[in-house]
């Protein structure tokens, strides 16, 4: 299982992130707002979002590093074919890493996005490589 973060697995284009915004379909947690969109074919693609009406940039930077985070102990799980942006909350500012994954974990089993080998919302599971 591989738990790094390249370039291959995120979305990196403007236009990526603004067919997952226009054309995707939500959901939204406590902490986090997941929009999503499910392609044809190709690896699974993800992206992070903070707001800028929502933070200063010290917080969107802190937001952002607490997003990829999550998202990254969550790719390797991803369907084959689904784009998806993670987007913080106001209120997932102050959270920490843990709380953003549980949330990010939930919102993505509830829409049937992750494999059924998923072995649940485990946050030390890239530490048991194996």
Do not use: H
Not at 63 to 69: N, P, S
Request: aromatic residues 10%; contains cysteine; hydrophobic residues 40%.
């Amino acid at each position: 299982m591989d738990f790094g973060f390249s370039s291959a697995g995120r979305l990196k284009k403007g236009w990526q992130f603004d067919f997952v915004f226009r054309t995707g379909r939500r959901d939204s947690g406590a902490l986090v707002r997941l929009l999503y969109v499910t392609k044809a074919e190709g690896p699974a693609q993800v992206g992070v979002a903070v707001g800028k009406k929502i933070a200063c940039g010290a917080q969107r930077v802190r937001g952002r590093r607490v997003l990829r985070e999550a998202a990254r102990r969550l790719l390797p799980w991803v369907k084959d074919g689904v784009w998806f942006v993670a987007s913080l909350r106001e209120n997932g500012l102050e959270a920490n890493a843990r709380d953003v994954y549980y949330d990010l974990a939930a919102c993505m089993k509830r829409r049937g996005l992750l494999t059924k080998d998923w072995p649940g919302a485990d946050w030390g599971v890239d530490s048991k490589r194996g």
